[in-house]
């Protein structure tokens, strides 16, 4: 199943050259991309019922990425999400998430497998509902 042209990746990451980066990267794909340096700018965007996929770092000041899908999965469950971490416990500090639902990538991280985890992601009718 090919992927439309319209999905909206939404990244989450207080890193600005993660941001940048990410963003360059999903553009070049062929994806919409909507950036966010905090996790409450997500929120408080109104733009959650319009993406597909949410890529968020876990450590960030404030809310934090693991709270931040909590938060997500109220009111978009099983919203796709892939996290990314310079954490090297990142294992340690998931437990109280479903880890089959979700994927994990330690910084630095490959751009083509984040861009392929993002097509697998959004091509899985098990992990992908339908926007609002």
Same mark, same amino acid.
């Given at each position: ?18 941001? =940048? ?5 999903? =553009? ?21 019922? =319009? ?61 083509? =497998? ?19």
């Amino acid at each position: 199943m090919a992927i439309p042209p319209d999905f909206i990746i939404a990244v989450v990451d207080d890193d600005p050259r993660i941001l =940048e980066s990410l963003g360059n990267l999903f =553009e070049s794909a062929d994806y919409a991309v909507r950036l966010f340096a905090l996790a409450a700018t997500l929120l408080e965007s109104g733009c959650l019922a =319009e993406i597909d996929c949410l890529v968020s770092d876990i450590g960030m000041p404030g809310m934090d990425g693991l709270e931040l899908v909590r938060m997500v999965q109220i009111a978009r469950p099983g919203l796709p999400t892939i996290f990314i971490t310079a954490r090297s416990d990142a294992l340690n500090v998931l437990p109280s998430i479903n880890l089959g639902r979700y994927r994990l990538f330690k910084k630095p991280f490959d751009g083509q =497998e984040l861009l392929a985890a993002v097509g697998d992601a959004l091509r899985s009718p098990q992990l992908h509902t339908p926007k609002a």
